[in-house]
Each structure stands twice: as structure tokens, then as C-alpha cells.
């Protein structure tokens, strides 16, 4: 995710990744089928994790009636771990990934 909040889509090639992360090309291989499977994985890695961390608050949500308010807990919901996934870089990143 750091790769893609910081290089963009472009971050995500296999060299890219593999220089990045001080690993061989036979080890991302080992994981992955290419890099259409890694980018899928990562995706999916994305979307579980935001639903974890608002399922996490679920109680709490439901409770919220007004939907501009439950809205902005979601949002603080999905924000607020290590890995900041409501991140504007990040979410731009993913945008400009998806055209």
C-alpha cells in the first residue's frame, strides 16, 4: 500500500516491488502467480481490512441514526489503524489505479 500511496500504480510493477522490498523475483513468484494476481491480492487485502475495522465498530454504528454522522464514523473507522487506509495519497493513488 506504501508503494502504491507513493508511486502510484507504476508502484506496483514486480521490479518495483521486489527492489523495494529487498526480495528476489523468485521469491515474489513463490507467492504469486504475476502481477495481476499480487494486484488482486493486494486489493482484496484493502477492502478486508476496511471491513474488519468497521466491523470492529459495528455496535457503535448502529446506533448512529443521522447518515452524514454515521458516514463520518466509517470513515474514521477505516482511518484509524496502522495502516491509515483512509489516507488521501492513498486514495488517490487507488482512483488514478483504477482508470
Known amino acids: 500500500m506504501e508503494a502504491l500511496a507513493e508511486e502510484g500504480a507504476a508502484g506496483l510493477k514486480i521490479d518495483r516491488l521486489t527492489r523495494r522490498l529487498g526480495v528476489t523475483k523468485g521469491s515474489f513468484f513463490h507467492h504469486f502467480a504475476g502481477s495481476a494476481a499480487y494486484q488482486s491480492a493486494l486489493l482484496k ?29 466509517m470513515t474514521a473507522a477505516v482511518g484509524d489503524s496502522s495502516y491509515g487506509l483512509w489516507r488521501a495519497d492513498l486514495e488517490v493513488a487507488l482512483r488514478a489505479w483504477s482508470f
Open 45 to 73: 487485502h484493502i477492502e478486508a481490512t476496511a471491513a474488519a475495522q468497521i466491523e470492529a465498530r459495528e455496535s457503535e454504528l448502529m446506533e448512529i441514526a443521522d447518515p452524514q454522522r454515521l458516514l463520518e464514523r
